[in-house]
């Protein structure tokens, strides 16, 4: 078992930035994939970015490129998520999600409880 929290969320305006970080306890965290999800009213959870145990990423959604990096740090248990350039349609709940077997959009053994980040025009 491991339980993620998540933190940095918030209201932003457009062209602003935010960092996401999640903080996981219990099993060892760094035999885990890590990844960010987000999930808009109305809309499905959508897969945003994931990084490997020992730091591979995949972050290739359009809408992710050039913008947001996910990047982990083994020694805190934690994982980021540094959202640059926000826009009005970047407003959603962002999950963190760990997964001992799976990597990417498929992953989810384990979620944390979510983190607003609001984008304003």
């Known amino acids: 078992q491991v339980q993620l929290v998540e933190s940095g969320g918030g209201l932003v305006q457009a062209g602003g930035s935010l960092r996401l970080s999640c903080a996981a306890s219990?099993?060892?965290?760094?035999?885990?994939?890590m990844g960010w999800f987000r999930q808009a009213p109305g809309k499905e959870r959508e897969f945003v970015a994931a990084?490997?145990?020992?730091?591979?990423?995949?972050n290739d959604a359009d809408f992710v490129k050039g913008r947001f990096t996910i990047s982990r740090d083994n020694a805190k248990n934690t994982v980021y998520l540094q959202m640059n350039s926000l826009k009005p349609e970047d407003t959603a709940v962002y999950y963190c999600?760990?997964?001992?077997?799976?990597?990417?959009?498929?992953?989810?053994?384990?979620w944390g409880q979510g983190t607003q980040v609001t984008v304003s025009s």
């Open positions: 999600a760990a997964d001992g077997q799976r990597f990417g959009p498929q992953m989810g053994a384990y």
């Open positions: 219990g099993r060892t965290f760094s035999v885990y994939a």
């Open positions: 990084v490997t145990r020992i730091g591979v990423m995949k």
